[in-house]
């Protein structure tokens, strides 16, 4: 769901501090009375299959427990209980739910896999670095008992998805069945002063996005057009993108040439393009863009508020803020041109090595992803009370109260509804992006994606980068650094002081090995 690889970095620095998993490596006792430790699943200690797995048993009543990210609306126990009486009757099972608050999860994610409770499924993905868990015996071998217990969402997984869940040549997580992309660009607002203002221009570059910005200073209240934050700007990475390079998923300073014979990973302070980048932003930030405090602002919503009137994100953000506020106007543009299916790991399920129940929470995960009323049931509620459907669109009803789960991994393609009132041009996109990656088949970004880095044996030096990334390459890209070579020098001293060439070297080991042991075609 996220897609902020600021709030990556920051995430896998604090995930890399816990790195004994009390608890996880003896593992749980599961239903069938076979051991449910990683890497014993079914299969030997060679990967070979061992004696077939027992069929499903729902002859004993249990409940489930699911952990995931977010807040948990005021009256979700109504929608518990409505789609409980669904699983009650399929599988003889119930679920409840544990929301890890946004406030918390920084400390509490880590923590769930650390401390020996045992809970049956939980969300996972690319950007809490579901790697270093799984390598540390966090989650279970699922090369048997995925496709045996949850054979109808494991045949819905596309080879690049299975590639993407395998590590050390074992699957670990179930990635999500909903496609999403790799589209990124400027959202931008466009009816301002209660429609007395309104931009008629088209944003198809970064010279018209500046002209925007300034067009946004000169004719509107707004003086600071740009929603910088706290969390750090998308620029860096959109740029690079737009320059032809590829931003490796799970870093927030390495990219490649996706379209060079051998791939090789390239720190943004030798960046080709970076001193034209920093350029751009110092003029960005000197023409007031931007607040001087706003890397110490951590107020997210100035573009919902007002306050602000442009950021660089997906599609989905963009959305969003249409459907918030319709009549500010806001458009959209992809500034990618080889756009890409987003890892499917983006969004994953997994099942912690604790687990008592491995089948029975497979086979429920079956039934949620692969039967329609299940899924709208645990997706978006109860019907009438929770959401409706309009013209073949999802609105949600009472927000506060309800929602719709935070477990957006659970969400697939067949039934994923758009929102009630988005633009629609969102169609329109997405159908040219399938068309494109059709066409285009395993291209170089689609290749890349399925390669997740693993930081295990890198944990300090991964961490220490990171902070030097916060400390010295926030304040240059957002302009507020007086003197950009000079900046950019000591930013690279102190990367490489860190640590960051031990980190490449580790990195590009795996890199290559993915290359061999996954040609492109």
């Known amino acids: 769901m996220k897609n902020t690889k600021k709030l990556?970095?920051?995430?896998?620095?604090?995930?890399?501090?816990?790195?004994?998993?009390?608890?996880?490596?003896?593992?749980?006792?599961?239903?069938?009375?076979?051991?449910?430790?990683?890497?014993?699943?079914?299969?030997?200690?060679?990967?070979?299959?061992g004696d077939a797995l027992p069929a499903l048993d729902t002859s004993e009543e249990v409940e489930l427990v699911m952990y995931f990210i977010s807040d948990r609306p005021a009256k979700y126990d109504e929608i518990e209980a409505n789609f409980n009486e669904l699983f009650k009757e399929k599988l003889n099972c119930?679920?409840?739910?544990?929301?890890?608050?946004?406030?918390?999860?920084?400390?509490?994610?880590?923590?769930?896999f650390s401390s020996g409770e045992k809970f049956d499924l939980a969300y996972t993905a690319t950007w809490l670095g579901f790697s270093n868990y799984a390598t540390k015996g966090a989650f279970m071998n699922l090369d048997e008992l995925w496709p045996t217990y949850a054979p109808n969402n494991y045949a819905l997984q596309s080879e690049t998805a299975l590639t993407q869940a395998t590590l050390d040549g074992h699957l670990?997580?179930?990635?999500?069945?909903?496609?999403?992309?790799?589209?990124?660009?400027?959202y931008y607002r466009t009816v301002f002063e209660d429609g007395a203002a309104t931009y008629e221009g088209e944003v198809t570059n970064w010279e018209d996005y500046e002209e925007y910005m300034e067009w946004v200073q000169e004719n509107t209240s707004i003086s600071q057009p740009y929603g910088l934050s706290s969390g750090g700007s998308e620029i860096d990475d959109m740029f690079f993108t737009t320059k032809g390079r590829y931003n490796i998923r799970g870093t927030s300073w390495l990219s490649v040439d996706p379209y060079a014979d051998t791939f090789t990973l390239v720190p943004n302070y030798e960046n080709e393009y970076a001193m034209e980048l920093l350029e751009m932003t110092k003029r960005w930030s000197d023409k007031g863009f931007w607040s001087k405090s706003a890397l110490s602002d951590t107020d997210t919503t100035k573009i919902q508020n007002g306050i602000a009137a442009t950021d660089i994100h997906n599609v989905d953000t963009y959305q969003s803020r249409y459907i918030d506020?319709?009549?500010?106007?806001?458009?959209?543009?992809?500034?990618?041109?080889?756009?890409?299916?987003l890892p499917f790991t983006q969004d994953a399920c997994v099942i912690p090595t604790t687990s008592e129940n491995p089948e029975r929470a497979l086979a429920l995960w079956d039934y949620i992803t692969t039967d329609e009323e299940?899924?709208?049931?645990?997706?978006?509620?109860i019907e009438g009370t929770s959401y409706e459907i309009i013209d073949d669109q999802v609105k949600m009803i009472n927000t506060d109260d309800y929602a719709g789960t935070g477990m957006w991994s659970a969400r697939t393609s067949e039934f994923n509804l758009d929102s009630y009132g988005s633009p629609e041009d969102i169609s329109e996109m997405k159908a040219d992006w399938d068309a494109y990656i059709e066409k285009t088949g395993n291209h170089q970004s689609q290749y890349l994606s399925g390669w997740v880095p693993d930081t295990t044996s890198i944990e300090t030096e991964y961490a220490a980068c990171?902070?030097?990334?916060?400390?010295?390459?926030?304040?240059?890209?957002?302009?507020?650094?007086?003197?950009?070579?000079?900046?950019?020098?000591?930013?690279?001293?102190?990367?490489?002081?860190?640590?960051?060439?031990k980190v490449i070297e580790t990195l590009q080991a795996q890199l290559d090995a993915y290359c061999e042991e996954h040609p492109q075609g």
Request: net charge negative.
């Open 466 to 501: 990171t902070n030097v990334i916060q400390q010295y390459w926030w304040p240059l890209e957002c302009g507020f650094t007086e003197d950009l070579e000079a900046g950019l020098e000591e930013y690279a001293t102190q990367m490489k002081a860190a640590g960051a060439e």
């Open 94 to 112: 119930t679920l409840k739910t544990q929301w890890i608050a946004w406030s918390d999860y920084t400390n509490k994610y880590p923590l769930l």
């Open 172 to 186: 670990y997580v179930i990635p999500t069945l909903l496609a999403t992309y790799s589209a990124y660009g400027p």
């Open 325 to 341: 506020k319709p009549e500010w106007g806001f458009k959209y543009t992809n500034f990618v041109e080889d756009v890409s299916n």
């Open 374 to 381: 299940a899924y709208r049931a645990f997706v978006y509620g």
């Open 8 to 49: 990556f970095a920051l995430v896998l620095a604090l995930v890399l501090v816990f790195t004994v998993f009390a608890g996880c490596s003896g593992g749980g006792e599961s239903s069938t009375g076979e051991s449910s430790t990683a890497g014993d699943s079914g299969t030997d200690s060679s990967g070979e299959s």
